[in-house]
């Protein structure tokens, strides 16, 4: 079974700073996918960012960017010229290529991160 | 193009009761999830639907249950229950079963059993 772990339970960063959230897992497969939500108090979760593991490019989304390391099944999140409005929980996540029945999201327990202005 | 949309936001039940919630997922999609998030617990896989069927389940008691409509809408059945069935429910739906598609969420619905 596929596991992701957060380690980090809060981080706080300046504003207009750059931040980066820790995340591990540990899989025996080659082709997967990665995510980052975030979770807002308003509690829905929100695509981040999202990782094909065939890639071996990191994504970037805006001031979001990822640092995916494969070998040591590492993936974390980078966010550039924080603001006020990324403070919000955020959840690594997995998710097997094998389309069956085991392809659902497996979730970390989220990290915590607050914005000082 | 609405999203995911779940009702009600907010429930309150008794213990021993039964609960029902509903989801819609994105036009177009079939694929369903359900998750807990209890506090401290993270999120928790519950159910998933594609096309009607049940594709996979979390390991949670059999008095969870769902299921998926014609219209791809689903509901979670959650019966007798018990306290520590308080949480924040969430729906998600996908374009269809094949994995490399994006999972998009609803915004919950709060289950408090007192």
């Known amino acids: 079974a596929q596991t992701v772990t957060q380690s980090q339970p809060e981080m706080s960063v300046q504003e207009a700073e750059t931040v980066t959230l820790s995340c591990t897992y540990d899989t025996s497969e080659s082709d997967y996918y990665l995510f980052w939500y975030k979770q807002p108090p308003s509690r829905q979760m929100i695509l981040v960012i999202r990782q094909e593991a065939y890639k071996q490019q990191n994504a970037t989304e805006n001031r979001f960017s990822v640092n995916f390391q494969k070998a040591a099944k590492s993936f974390s999140l980078k966010i550039s010229d924080s603001q006020l409005g990324d403070a919000a929980m955020y959840f690594c996540a997995y998710r097997s290529a094998h389309t069956g029945a085991n392809s659902k999201l497996t979730f970390g327990k989220g990290i915590t991160l607050s914005v000082r202005p | 193009e609405a999203g995911v949309t779940q009702s009600p936001t907010h429930l309150i039940k008794t213990r021993g009761q039964q609960a029902t919630l509903r989801c819609s997922p994105i036009s177009g999609h079939t694929s369903v999830y359900w998750y807990q998030q209890a506090l401290g617990l993270g999120l928790q896989f519950l159910l998933w639907y594609d096309e009607g069927e049940e594709r996979n389940r979390g390991n949670f008691p059999p008095r969870f249950s769902g299921r998926q409509f014609p219209n791809y809408s689903s509901e979670l059945n959650v019966n007798a229950l018990e306290l520590e069935d308080s949480a924040l429910y969430l729906c998600?739906?996908?374009?269809?079963?094949?994995?490399?598609?994006?999972?998009?969420f609803g915004e919950g619905s709060w289950l408090t059993v007192v």
């Open positions: 998600a739906s996908s374009l269809n079963r094949e994995s490399g598609n994006t999972i998009y």
